[in-house]
Nanobody, 117 residues
Framework: VQLVESGGGLVQPGGSLRLSCAASGVIFSIASMGWYRQAPGKQRELVAHITGGGSTNYADSVKGRFTISRDNAKNTVYLQMNSLKPEDTAVYYC????????????WGQGTQVTVSS
């Protein structure tokens, strides 16, 4: 299984970014996928998760601002991040979960998101 993230970068508060994660080595259409993040000095936390059937869940801190989606034809999962805040600064990791759970089985290498003026 290989997960390759892209789309991170530096953005001003209130701005938007879209992260992408291209997956290989999995039957993507039935795979549950997630995005985690880790800020400096903090533990990794679940940001958003999507099942193979398209059910989603989000951390309370990002509800209404972030949207997870998937394109099964492209074996890609996305994280659209709007109204970004400095506290969203972190390394964001794409994950492939165990079954339909949110527990990661595989991790990508991570992509840095920095929200700063």
């Amino acid at each position: 299984v290989q997960l390759v993230e892209s789309g991170g970068g530096l953005v001003q508060p209130g701005g938007s970014l879209r992260l992408s994660c291209a997956a290989s080595g999995v039957i993507f259409s039935i795979a549950s996928m997630g995005w985690y993040r880790q800020a400096p000095g903090k533990q990794r936390e679940l940001v958003a998760h999507i099942t193979g059937g398209g059910s989603t869940n989000y951390a309370d801190s990002v509800k209404g601002r972030f949207t997870i989606s998937r394109d099964n034809a492209k074996n890609t999962v996305y994280l659209q991040m709007n109204s970004l805040k400095p506290e969203d600064t972190a390394v964001y990791y794409c994950t492939r979960s165990y079954g339909s759970t949110t527990t990661p089985a595989y991790w990508g290498q991570g992509t840095q998101v920095t929200v700063s003026s």
